[in-house]
């Protein structure tokens, strides 16, 4: 009995590195699972047993991969659950990453005949809010596979053209999706907000991936002050977690400095409006920098000074 549920636990486990990435070698898994490449063999023999289509390619780039089925596998989904399943995930998808997690895993088993379907009930969902960012679901499909399988991808961007990027993670923010990647042409790494991209496409090129920066760090950080003309840090006095709750995700970066006391990072086009909206915090604060703000802080104390009228 031990010996059939370790298997088992190893198979599910096969199945899950295979839905992670496009191909993988025989000694990868084995590696991977601590067995040998023959125990590899007859797992993938088990899951094929089970309806899983996994093709086995021989040579140079050749391996192991999860490819699209002709029947959903036994014990999983049928037709109806699967389409209500994908449309129900692409609706969330501006909720968060998970759902784009799970979509993804979908995807790989999701029999080409139920594509169509599910591409066009999900163009029959909206938000009667409007919270949502308008994006193609194909467009997000195409950039998450491309994260997922590590090939590089392209597409055409607002005032810059075409740009040639490593696809790294998607990240949720808001009603927004940004695609955080190493660009190729500039060398450096970068963060698309993907409502703005067009012409996406995946490419045929693998990458071995880069040491990266934290990507829900980086994007927030590009989101929240990189893209300004004025970057801005401030002091707060109160805790990390209070301002947190106070200043969306999308708007500055909070860092805790201690128990009482936070580091604010925020950008904007107008130094004013960066001082406003830390006043209306209601705590004490300190900029840090630039030097120019602390020279605004002075102008605008005076005039509110002068507003209040004389005391008495």
């Known amino acids: 009995m031990e010996d059939e549920r370790g298997t088992t636990e190893r198979v599910l486990t096969l199945l899950g590195l295979l839905q992670q990435r496009q191909v993988w070698t025989g000694p990868e898994l084995a590696d991977r699972l601590g067995v040998t490449p023959r125990t590899i063999r ?6 094929r047993a089970l309806g899983y289509p996994v093709r086995a390619g021989n040579g140079v780039g050749g391996g192991y991969q999860l490819g699209p089925g002709q029947d959903m596998p036994p014990l999983l989904l049928d037709d109806e659950e699967a389409i209500a399943t994908a449309v ?8 968060g990453d998970a759902a784009l997690r799970a979509l993804t895993k979908l995807d790989r088993v999701l029999p080409i005949r139920l594509r169509h379907e599910v591409r066009a009930l999900s163009g029959s969902v909206v938000a009667f809010d409007g919270s949502r960012a308008s994006i193609d679901p194909d467009v997000l499909m ?3 596979r491309a994260c997922r399988d590590e ?9 810059s053209g075409r740009r040639r990027v490593e696809p790294y993670r998607l990240v949720a923010s808001g009603k927004r999706w940004y695609l955080f990647a190493y660009d190729l042409d500039r060398e450096d790494w970068r963060t698309f907000r ?11 090129w693998r990458f071995r991936p880069r040491p990266a920066p934290d990507a829900a760090a980086y994007v927030q950080e590009s989101v929240a002050s990189r893209v300004y003309q004025y970057q ?5 006095h109160a805790p990390a977690e209070v301002v947190r709750a106070q200043i969306p995700a999308s708007a500055a970066v909070v860092r805790p400095k201690g128990d009482a006391r936070c580091e604010v990072l925020s950008g904007a086009g107008d130094l004013d409006f960066l001082l406003m909206h ?22 605008l ?9 004389p005391v008495s």
């Open 142 to 144: 195409t950039l998450a």
């Open 232 to 236: 801005a840090r401030f002091l707060v």
């Open 151 to 159: 090939v590089e991808a392209g597409f055409d961007y607002p005032s």
């Open 278 to 299: 830390v006043v209306v915090l209601g705590h004490a604060f300190e900029v840090i920098e630039p030097a120019e703000l602390r020279e605004r802080c002075r102008v």
């Open 42 to 47: 007859r797992d993938v023999e088990r899951l």
């Open 194 to 204: 993907v409502d703005r991209m067009s012409g996406v496409s995946a490419r045929a």
């Open 88 to 95: 129900s995930l692409l609706a969330g998808a501006g909720d």
């Open 301 to 309: 104390g005076e005039r509110l000074l002068g507003a209040a009228g």
